[in-house]
C-alpha cells in the first residue's frame, strides 16, 4: 500500500457529480444503478491514492467516506424525492404566496431539472437535516430566533468565533508543549494515568474548538453573503452540559454530520432486514452498533488512507461506545428504580465516568495517530503567545 498515485481533484468531481446525478434523477429503479461506481472509487482512493501530506490524507479520507454514506442513503436506503422535504426558513413563510405555498407543497420530482438540482445542492450541503423536514430537532441546538438580524448574528458569531480561537490557541501551545504528542514522544499511556487524563482533555479541546471554530466562520461567510439567513445556522455542537454519559455525549453534545445516515441504515437493518418491532430492545441495539459501526468505518478509511496500512484502531475504539452504553443503560435503570433522582451531585459522578471512560479508551484510538504525526501539527499562529512574548508565528 506504499506506492500511489498522487490524488486528483477529479475524482471529487467525478464523485460528486456521480452523487449529484443520482438526486436530481426522478423516481425509478435505475436511480440505484449511480451508486454502483461509487464503491470501486472510493476503494481505489483511499488503497492507491494520496495527497502527500498525512492530515491531508487524513482529512480527505474522513470526507470522501461521510459523502458515501450519504450517497448510500440517499441513492440506495431512501427514495429521497418522494420522502425529504425543505422546510422554508421562518420568515419566509410569511411573505410567500398562497400561489407559491402550493407550489412549495408539490413533490420535487414534478419540477425542472434545475429547481430539482437547486433541490439537491441543498440536501447536501445540509449533512445535519436543518431546513429539511427530517431534522433531528430534538438532538441540535436550539435556532437562533427568526428575528435575529444578519448583523446581529455575524457580530455574536464572530465573538464566538474569537473566543473559541483563544481557547483553541492554549489548548494547541499545550499540543506543541507535550512530548506526549509528538512523533516521537513517549505516546499517550507512557507517562501514567495522571497525565494519560490531561492528554485526552487537551486532544478533546483542541478538536472541539478547532471544528466548532471552522463551523462558526462558515455560518458568519453563508450570512454575510446572503446566501442563509441566521435562524438557519444552529450552533455547531450541543452544550459541553450534557456530556454526563457517553450517550447524552454522542446524541446531543458532539456534533451531529452522521446522524442522519447511521440513522436511516440502523432502521433499515434492523426493521426491513431483521425484522425487529421499532420501539422494542433489540431494535434499539441494533441501530446503536449500526451508528457506531459506520462512524467507525468512516475514521477507519481515514486511518487506512493516512496511515498506509489496516494498523489504525478506529474501529476498535468506536464499537466500544456501544458496549457503554449498554452498561450506562443498565446502571442508570437500576439507580432510577432505587429512587435515585437527576441532581447535580448525580452529573457530576457522570462527567467523571465520561471523562474516565475517554481516558480509558481514546488513547486506543489516538494513540497510533499520534506516533504517526497526526498531532504534531497545527495552527502555525497564536494570539496568546503574541501578546505575551511577541511570538505571533509559532515555530514548527
Known sequence: MNDRYPFSGVLWLVYISLVLLALVTKPSHNRKLFFLPIPPLTAYVLLLTTTGDFNTDYILGLFWLLLFWFASDYIVVTDVQRTLRQVPPTRTRTVVTKNKNDKDKEPIENESVWRRTRWALALLFSPRGVSWAHEPTTALPAHPPASTSRLAFISRRLLTAFLLFIVHDAANLHVRWNPMFRADGPGWTADGWGWRALVVIGWAVSSYT??????????????????????????????????????????????????????????????????????????????????????????????VMALRSYGGSAFTFFMLQPCAIILEDFVLYVARSAGLKDRFAVRLVGYAWVWAWFTLTLPVWQGPLGQAGHTEEGLPVSVLMGVWRGEWVLSP
Open 210 to 303: 478547532i471544528m466548532f471554530l471552522i463551523a462558526t466562520i462558515i455560518s458568519v461567510v453563508g450570512v454575510a453573503c446572503g446566501l442563509s439567513y441566521p435562524e438557519e445556522w444552529p450552533l455547531f455542537f450541543g452544550s459541553p452540559g450534557d456530556a454526563y454519559t457517553i450517550r447524552q455525549l454522542w446524541g446531543r453534545a458532539w456534533h451531529q454530520l452522521m446522524r442522519r445516515f447511521v440513522t436511516t441504515h440502523g432502521k433499515f437493518l434492523a426493521h426491513r432486514v431483521l425484522s425487529l418491532r421499532p420501539g422494542t430492545n433489540a431494535s434499539s441495539y441494533v441501530q446503536l452498533f449500526t451508528a457506531f459501526a459506520l462512524s467507525a468505518s468512516v475514521h477507519h478509511g481515514a486511518e
